[in-house]
């Protein structure tokens, strides 16, 4: 931090001075504090320190913006630099650079780029605090507490309950009282993602399909307005989802299919929106199996399940004002006597018959005959989440979810949502010229995979499930690309990245404003 020049109480402050804990209820460490500054509008130009960040530099006469002038070269977008013992309340301050001042919608990018500089560099604020092992941390709303929120929230994210040796937990608050109803819901937001980036992320031997659905209902064990059903194996063949059973019965792992009402609406018979999620709890691909290298992956492979789950459990405790229902067929996709094999004919709940080419498209399976039973819900939406192909990893990357949808309605509900939380979305097609590659099997009505093999292995997938639905407002979310983070949002740690749960539950909460077709 020593830099030639600088003057000498402000050297001293910059560098670490180990304080006597003061300001936090946890004990020792103290509290810790993240300021955002913006770059200079103009080349050469000084940095502008946010609302927060000005009434915190007139607390410590100045010191503040001296430092940050003196200590070197203009802080650039998600770079920080930390400074000790300037408050007695705020022993060590992470001050992080936020790019642009001005910045908003950026409609090339299709998000809202200050909301994401804000998250981005409230994250890395945070995870410095946790380097310097700080319990607590205030967090600079940065004009926007609701992304502050969910940078700091997201960002400390960590999936570590098998590990002995643990990071610091680090608990966030808003600095200030302004925006205190904006930073809690940006809280329960980013504690929504990271609930489904803990299912996904957690060993499948951990999240088998049961202890999935009893994690769930374990979270929604205190909304009186929510039922949860974990629907046993018996229960799926009353139901006649022969797709879905000939999936799980390859496995030695009972399947479930876990269903969840959530009534917030006005009224109970309001019609829900109903959210539907693939929830291979392992997927090895059965009898066609997959590579060994990289499977341990496709633990993550009830992604959909996760996401669509953990986006209703934010809409209770966000109290949205509608009615949402929840299915997720849960199984294993795995090799055995039992299981599946290429060219076996299978019949869904709607009667339909279907050839299993490739036993690794299982996906489609489950999702056939969940679909089915969605449509006993009068549903006015009818969305589904699944990590359904690999093809749409190779399409779009881990940039945006693909989203197949039959409703131009839906599709822009969906689509503004994601511009505000970042977790984009990106429309992809629903041809015939793909139906016509899944309905042409010798034996069956349908085949699971896409005549041409690899060729649009996304987009056959989709037509596959459209063979599903005759409602007029469904879309599919394919979310293989999105399923893990390596670095590429700054604000999630390298792993599984629980994303779109945000866009969803943004999304209820615009349907939930949205009176069209409500009742
Ligand atoms: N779960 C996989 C898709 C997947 C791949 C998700 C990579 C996340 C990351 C799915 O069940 C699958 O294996 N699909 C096959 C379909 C193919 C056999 C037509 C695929 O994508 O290879
Ligand atoms: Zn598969
Ligand atoms: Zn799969």
Not at 103 to 123: F, L, P
Not at 392 to 404: E, I, N, P, W, Y
Request: include cysteine.
């Amino acid at each position: 931090m020593l830099l030639p020049g600088v003057r000498g109480a402000a050297s001293r402050l910059c560098r670490d001075l180990p304080l006597a804990c003061r300001g936090c209820s946890r004990g020792a460490g103290g509290k810790g504090l993240v300021l955002g500054i913006y770059s200079s509008e103009k080349d050469g130009g000084a940095a502008q320190l946010t609302t927060a960040g000005d009434a915190f530099d007139r607390l410590v006469s100045g010191r503040l913006r001296e430092l940050v002038s003196t200590c070197g070269p203009p802080l650039k977008k998600g770079k920080t630099r930390v400074f000790h013992g300037l408050h007695q309340d705020f022993p060590s301050v992470v001050v992080v650079g936020l790019g642009k001042k001005n910045a908003g919608i950026n409609d090339q990018e299709n998000w809202n780029e200050g909301k994401e500089n804000i998250r981005a560099a409230v994250a890395v604020g945070c995870r410095q605090i946790q380097d310097l092992e700080i319990p607590c941390v205030e967090v600079d709303p940065c004009g926007d507490a609701q992304a502050a929120a969910e940078g700091a929230v997201l960002g400390l994210h960590e999936y570590n309950e098998l590990k002995q040796k643990k990071k610091p937990v680090v608990t966030t608050q808003l600095h200030g009282s302004a925006e205190s109803e904006a930073w809690q819901k940006g809280v329960l937001y980013a504690e929504g993602q990271n609930l489904a980036r803990y299912l996904m992320e957690a060993p499948a031997n951990y999240i088998t399909p049961i202890k999935f659905a009893e994690h769930i209902e374990q979270k929604l064990k205190s909304f009186s307005n929510v039922k949860v059903h974990i629907r046993p194996e018996a229960w799926i063949v009353t139901q006649q989802m022969g797709a879905f059973l000939s999936v799980a019965k390859g496995s030695a792992e009972p399947p479930i299919f876990l269903e969840i009402h959530y009534s917030g609406g006005a009224n109970a018979s309001d019609r829900p929106l109903v959210f539907v999620g693939k929830g291979v709890t392992f997927d090895s691909g059965g009898v066609s199996l997959k590579p060994s290298s990289g499977m341990d992956a496709m633990r993550a492979d009830m992604g959909g399940a996760a996401t669509v789950c953990s986006a209703i459990v934010t809409a209770a405790a966000l109290n949205f004002p509608l009615n949402i229902i929840g299915l997720a067929p849960l199984c294993e996709n795995m090799p055995s006597g039992k299981a599946n094999k290429p060219g076996d004919v299978v019949r869904a709940k709607n009667g339909k018959t279907i050839q299993v080419y490739n036993t690794d498209a299982e996906g489609r399976l489950l999702l056939a005959d969940a679909l089915c039973y969605a449509h006993s819900f009068n549903a006015r939406a009818i969305v589904n989440a699944a990590t359904l192909t690999g093809a749409m990893d190779v399409a779009l990357g881990s940039a945006a979810t693909g989203v197949f949808t039959n409703s131009s309605w839906l599709w822009n509900h969906l689509y503004e949502a994601s511009v505000v939380t970042g977790d984009r979305v990106w429309r992809m097609p629903l041809f015939q010229h793909y139906t016509k590659q899944v309905t042409d099997s010798p034996l069956a009505d349908l085949s699971n995979i896409g005549k041409y093999s690899r060729a649009g292995g996304a987009c056959t997938a989709a037509a596959f499930l459209k063979e599903f639905v005759t409602a007029s407002h469904w879309a599919h979310l394919d979310i293989a690309g999105v399923m893990s983070n390596k670095d590429e949002v700054p604000y999630l740690r390298k792993g599984m990245a629980g994303r779109p749960t945000r866009t969803l539950v943004e999304f209820a909460a615009r349907l939930s404003q949205d009176s069209h077709n409500a009742t």
